[in-house]
Nanobody
Framework: HVQLVESGGGSVQVGGSLSLSCAAS??????MAWFRQAPGKEREGVAG???????YYVDSVKGRFTISKDSVKNILHLEMNSLKREDTAMYYC??????????????????????WGPGTQVTVS
């Protein structure tokens, strides 16, 4: 039984930083990613990392966000810097047993992912 639990959301001023974490249990291999959803908008991909692969990012967060995975502890991280108001959203951790999820993340194909956390709110003002 796969379970994902996000933590680390909160409120921050424009230009500030936040770190998100996603603890995964019952899950060992596959790709993991962060998605976000603002009120009234579709869920969109943010960043992802494939099993043993390099990270990838959507253009809007490149150079500002860093995704990483602690494979020993099975924790996915998202370091967010230079935050903008448009980064305000509920952030979700997603996982799938597929080994490569880059297209799904970059095209915001959220239905590709089988496992989701409940989300953590990030507010930038």
């Amino acid at each position: 039984h796969v379970q994902l639990v996000e933590s680390g959301g909160g409120s921050v001023q424009v230009g500030g930083s936040l770190s998100l974490s996603c603890a995964a249990s019952g899950y060992s291999r596959g790709c993991m990613a962060w998605f976000r959803q603002a009120p009234g908008k579709e869920r969109e991909g943010v960043a992802g990392i494939d099993d043993g692969g390099s990270p990838y990012y959507v253009d809007s967060v490149k150079g500002r966000f860093t995704i990483s995975k602690d494979s020993v502890k099975n924790i996915l991280h998202l370091e967010m810097n230079s935050l903008k108001r448009e980064d305000t959203a509920m952030y979700y951790c997603a996982a799938d047993l597929s080994l490569a999820c880059r297209p799904a993340v970059l095209h915001s194909d959220y239905y590709f992912f089988n496992y989701w956390g409940p989300g953590t709110q990030v507010t930038v003002s």
